[in-house]
């Protein structure tokens, strides 16, 4: 069973800065087994979750088109802990972001999402 601390997330103007955070703890995967990928998706009202960000063990980086530039994605793999620092916060960016981890076998978990709210 693993368990997700998401926090970080809030109301913003346009133009603003937040930092989310989420921390995996728990049994992840199998025997041997730890946390290779870990990643942000985002869900928008009446909208399709959507990837945001990943990073590997190996700190290999990948970004969405929509967030290239504005958005960091960073871990600390001795906390199990994810952040994403997001600056120049458009509205739509608003969305329910969830944190998602897979492990070196392969098995997937999701938290259960903080809200970003841009607005003015």
């Known amino acids: 069973q693993v368990q997700f601390v998401e926090s970080g997330g809030g109301l913003v103007q346009p133009g603003g800065s937040l930092r989310l955070s989420c921390l995996a703890s728990g049994t992840i995967g199998g025997q041997y087994d730890s946390i290779y990928v870990m990643a942000w998706y985002r869900q928008a009202p009446g909208k399709e979750r959507e990837y945001v960000a990943s990073?590997?063990?190996?700190?290999?980086?990948d970004y969405a088109d929509s967030v290239k530039g504005r958005f960091t994605i960073s871990r600390d793999n001795a906390k199990n802990t994810v952040y994403l620092q997001m600056n120049s916060l458009k509205p739509e960016d608003t969305a329910v972001y969830y944190c998602y981890i897979r492990s070196i076998s392969g098995m997937d978990y999701w938290g259960k999402g903080t809200l970003v709210t841009v607005s003015s």
């Open positions: 990073i590997t063990s190996f700190g290999i980086q």
